[in-house]
C-alpha cells in the first residue's frame, strides 16, 4: 500500500517569505507527527496530532511555526517569515496507534532558506 | 531534562556483530525504539522494548533494562547494506517523542 507522501520534496526559499509543507499519512493511521532534521543530526520532534483531540504542540520552536490536520489525514506544516536557521529536512510520520513507538516516516521535504 | 546518549561513530567488519547502547534520561518511561536511517533517507522502525529483556527480529536483537535506563541493539552478521545511522528514541513529556542524536555504523570489507 502507499506509504507517507510528502511535498513538496525540495523547496527553496528567500529569508522572510513563508512556506507550507504537506504530509499525507498512511490511510488509517490515527497519529501524525513532524518532525525537523538537521545536517548530521539526530530528529527534533515539533508536532503530534492524534484522532480529533488536541495536538500536541510542545516542540514548535517559535510561534513562526504552526500546524494543521485537516479530517483527520492531510497535514501542513507553515513556517512564517522563514529564516536561514528554519533550514533543514523536515520529517513527517504517522503511525496507526497512539502508542508512538512504530512510526512510519515519508521521505521528507528539504527546506533551503537562502 | 530528557535526553538519549549513544555514541557517535562505531565501525565494524563484514559477518562481525556489533552493539550500539543507548542511554536515556525521560521524565516518564514507555518503552524504548530502534529506527535506522541510510543517507539521503526516511528512518525506517526496527525495533521496540516496552519491558525488560531481549526482543530477536532476525538478524538484529534490541535489549532493555529499565533499571539501569539503558538498552542496546544488536547487529548480527553485519552486511555492507548495514551502513547507517541507527537512533534510539522514547516517548517524552506529553506526546513528544526524542531521537537520541544517532550513531553512524560503517560497515567495512
Known amino acids: 500500500g502507499a506509504g507517507v507522501s510528502q511535498s513538496p520534496s525540495n523547496k527553496v526559499t528567500e529569508k522572510g517569505k513563508d512556506v507550507e509543507l504537506r504530509c499525507d499519512p498512511i490511510?488509517?493511521?490515527?497519529?501524525l507527527y513532524w518532525y525537523r532534521q538537521s545536517l548530521g543530526q539526530g530528529l527534533e520532534f515539533l508536532i503530534y496530532?492524534?484522532?480529533?483531540?488536541?495536538?500536541?504542540k510542545s516542540g514548535l520552536p517559535s510561534d513562526r511555526f504552526s500546524a494543521e490536520r485537516t479530517g483527520g489525514s492531510v497535514s501542513t506544516l507553515t513556517i512564517q517569515r522563514t529564516q536561514q536557521e528554519d533550514s533543514a529536512v523536515y520529517l513527517c510520520?504517522?503511525?496507526?496507534?497512539?502508542?508512538?513507538?512504530?512510526?512510519?516516516f515519508g521521505p521528507g521535504t528539504r527546506l533551503t532558506v537562502t | 531534562g530528557q535526553s538519549l546518549e549513544q555514541p557517535s561513530e562505531v565501525t565494524a567488519v563484514e559477518g562481525a556483530i556489533v552493539q550500539i547502547n543507548c542511554t536515556y534520561q525521560?521524565?516518564?518511561?514507555?518503552?524504548l525504539s530502534w529506527y535506522q536511517q541510510h543517507d539521503g533517507g526516511a528512518p525506517t522502525f526496527l525495533s521496540y522494548?516496552?519491558?525488560?529483556g531481549l526482543e530477536e527480529t532476525g538478524r538484529f536483537s534490541s535489549f532493555l533494562s529499565r533499571s539501569d535506563s539503558y538498552g542496546y541493539l544488536l547487529l548480527q552478521e553485519l552486511q555492507m547494506k548495514d551502513s547507517a545511522s541507527y537512533f534510539c528514541a522514547a516517548r517524552g513529556q506529553g506526546f513528544s517523542f526524542i531521537f537520541g542524536k544517532g550513531t553512524r555504523l560503517l560497515v567495512k570489507p
Open positions: 522494548n516496552a519491558l525488560d
Open positions: 525521560t521524565s516518564g518511561f514507555y518503552g
Open positions: 510520520a504517522s503511525s496507526p496507534t497512539p502508542d508512538m513507538y512504530e512510526q512510519y
Open positions: 490511510s488509517g493511521h490515527t497519529a
Open positions: 496530532f492524534q484522532g480529533n483531540s488536541a495536538p500536541d
